[in-house]
């Protein structure tokens, strides 16, 4: 009896530990976009359709080399990038990747900091890094208790309005779709006057942390959204709020190269296509393949399709989708797909300034809030000097290091994308920098660059859940599948949510599964590839305040679902 089971328990493992079948046909599949999500999805792909020479993978962008390999260099051949960005602390399958890749994580990444937050009044507050704490108190409990107190000219009557944006956040989170559409369709500036927070908490405090995490004011921005990123990153554990940077070099130079490199490597049907701007894709009705059309920089007017398409992942960002779709009819006809292209999307600015000098910070990332200097923007300022203490040459491009780097964002940018160059550094050098922290008053910039992205990132604005495209696409377009920081992912929702790397390269690991589900492809492939980490359990406290929520909903309101 035991032996037979035991038997059966083999067979039953067997398929999975062999190597899988190839495919029926062979298949070529096309990645559009190299940003993290679609580098999550090369890397689903590549691991599949590795090792079946008749099958193909292609991953094309429109920048000159989307494999990071060749960095983005500045006029004076500088290394810049086009903003900096924060991992935060649940970015598990970030991590995981990190150790995938055989690097480590102490190389890549700087340890947790702390960041300041700046008024045109004075500094405001210092986030202390929360795992630091000795002792771990269960959030949000521990977040208030920890944060606010730091908000020193916040008079606690405004701090403790905040009260009220966590009994919405219960209300939101833990409710129905019907709950979660009401709430979408709320700008986030009505949430926090139906649930009374004081408008001094809004304008000194939640709001230009809004414009730094989610690019736009409350007015703009989606209720649902907000309530997402607010408990993702502050609410659902004490630490979760701990952000760290790149140690050397770009998020490019340092993450995507080496996972380029190893599929590239490992993969001799991957090929990655810099420099093609894909202008359409439409369907064969006869064979129900695709074909896609792309526009090459380097070649003057030169367009160049790709056909007999099986499976697409698009990971385009708002603008990239907007202009695909709108030029192919075969998608446009979709109504699903058609309701993307009404995305919005935000202007950001990204500067860099080389000083002659070294100016000490009390910390390394820094808000500006509230500053007229900005022009309804957000801001921040980051210390690369102080990130990348061991890489300074690298920094100042070989040249002689004379002092710090400081790299300072603009976000919601609309009203600089038409402002000169050396106006835009001269905010920063002669107004804003120097308001906050005195060293910066002596500094003089001896080298500068800016880079401007009208159109650059999502926009979760009010009513925008229904238009996000769905991961799973639609069935009308099989093989057709979304990833990115703005799709949906339905029945696979991810705990990372808004402006978020992590949430970018989960899509496109789940969008890849999507395609090759649809071709009839699941089961194909040498390696599984990575499976998705889920975020940390919700804490007990907030489980339970749902379930309350919820039961006394059933009971007042008895026609919600
Ligand atoms: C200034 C700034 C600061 C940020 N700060 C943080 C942070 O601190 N932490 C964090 O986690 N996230 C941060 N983010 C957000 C994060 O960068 C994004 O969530 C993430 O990079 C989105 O990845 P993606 O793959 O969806 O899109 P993208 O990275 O935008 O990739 C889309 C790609 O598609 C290409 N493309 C577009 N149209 C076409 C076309 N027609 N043909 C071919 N290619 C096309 C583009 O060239 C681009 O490479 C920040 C973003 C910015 C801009
Ligand atoms: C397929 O590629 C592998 C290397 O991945 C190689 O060893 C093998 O000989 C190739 N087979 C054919 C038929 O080209
Ligand atoms: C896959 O790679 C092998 C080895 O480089 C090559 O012979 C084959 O033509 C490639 N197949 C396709 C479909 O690109
Ligand atoms: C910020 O963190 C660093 C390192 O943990 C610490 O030395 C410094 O005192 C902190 N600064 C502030 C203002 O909290
Ligand atoms: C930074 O990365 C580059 C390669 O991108 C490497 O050559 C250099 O040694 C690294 N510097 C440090 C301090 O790790």
């Known amino acids: 009896m035991l032996a037979a089971c035991a038997l059966l328990l083999l067979l039953l493992l067997l398929p999975h530990a062999t190597p899988l079948a190839p495919p ?4 070529k599949l096309v990645v559009v976009g190299g940003g993290w999500g679609g580098w999550g999805a090369a890397e689903k792909l590549s691991n599949a359709y590795r090792g079946d020479n008749a099958s193909s993978v292609i ?7 989307p494999t990071g390999r060749s960095p983005y260099l500045s006029p ?21 990747l990190v150790s995938r890749l055989s690097l480590d994580p102490s190389e890549v990444f700087t340890p947790f900091t702390n960041s300041s937050f700046y008024s045109p009044a004075g500094l405001e507050a210092t986030a202390p890094v929360f795992s630091d704490a000795p002792l771990q108190l269960p959030s949000p409990l521990g977040q208030v208790l920890a944060t606010f107190p730091l908000f020193e000219r916040l008079p606690l009557s405004d701090r403790a309005s905040m009260l009220g944006l966590l009994v919405a956040t219960v209300d939101c989170l833990g409710g129905s779709e019907a709950t979660q559409t009401y709430y979408d369709k709320m700008n986030a500036q009505s949430l926090f006057q139906k649930f ?5 908490l809004v304008n000194d405090f939640i709001k230009p942390t809004l414009l730094v995490g989610l690019f736009k004011p409350p007015e703009e921005l989606s209720a649902l959204v907000v309530m997402e990123l607010l408990y993702f990153y502050a609410l659902a554990h004490q630490d979760a709020f701990d952000v760290r940077w790149i140690a050397n070099g770009t998020v490019a130079s340092s993450l995507i190269a080496p996972l380029a490199d190893s599929l590239l ?7 990655c296509l810099g420099g093609c701007r894909v202008t359409s894709i439409s369907r064969d009705a006869a064979t129900s393949k695709y074909s896609i059309a792309y526009s090459q920089k380097s070649e003057l007017a030169s367009t160049s399709t790709i056909d007999d398409v099986d499976g697409i992942v698009l990971a385009l960002g708002a603008s990239g989708l907007k202009g695909v779709i709108n030029n192919s009819p075969d998608l446009a006809r979709i109504p699903s797909f058609a309701a993307a292209t009404a995305l919005t999307a935000i202007d950001v600015v990204s500067v860099r300034l080389w000083l002659d000098k070294t100016v000490s910070t009390r910390t390394p990332a820094n808000v500006f809030a509230n500053f007229p200097q900005l022009r309804g923007a957000g801001g921040t300022f980051f210390m690369l000097s102080q990130f990348q203490e061991g890489a300074q040459d690298a920094l100042w491009g070989g040249e002689e290091v004379q ?6 964002d603009l976000y919601n940018a609309a009203a600089f994308i038409g402002v000169p160059d050396e106006d835009i550094v001269n905010v920063f050098a002669k107004e804003l920098l120097p308001a906050v922290v005195d060293g910066f008053k002596g500094a003089h910039v001896v080298d500068s660059w800016v880079g401007k992205y009208p159109g650059g990132v999502s ?8 238009k996000r495209p769905l991961m799973q696409g639609d069935a009308k377009a099989p093989g057709i599948k979304f990833a990115g920081d703005i799709v949906r992912m339905g029945d696979r929702e991810h705990g990372a949510k808004g402006l978020c790397q992590e ?7 789940q969008a890849a599964e999507e395609c090759m589900r649809d071709i009839g492809d699941a089961g194909v492939g040498g390696v599984a590839g990575p499976p998705v980490i889920q975020i940390r359990d919700d804490e007990k406290q907030f489980t339970a305040a749902v379930d309350a929520n919820r039961k006394l909903k059933k009971l007042l309101m008895p026609w919600l679902k």
Do not use: M, Q
């Open 24 to 27: 029926a046909a062979p298949r």
């Open 59 to 65: 991953l094309l962008d429109a920048l000159p080399d």
């Open 76 to 96: 004076s051949s500088k290394p810049v990038e086009a903003g900096t960005r924060g991992f935060w602390k649940d970015y598990p399958n970030i991590n995981e």
């Open 196 to 200: 009374k927070l004081s408008p001094r």
């Open 265 to 271: 490597d490992s993969t001799p049907n991957l090929s």
């Open 403 to 408: 002092g710090s780097v400081v790299a300072c």
């Open 459 to 466: 926009h979760f604005s009010p009513g925008s859940l229904e």
């Open 503 to 509: 949430r970018a390269y989960v899509s496109g690991l």
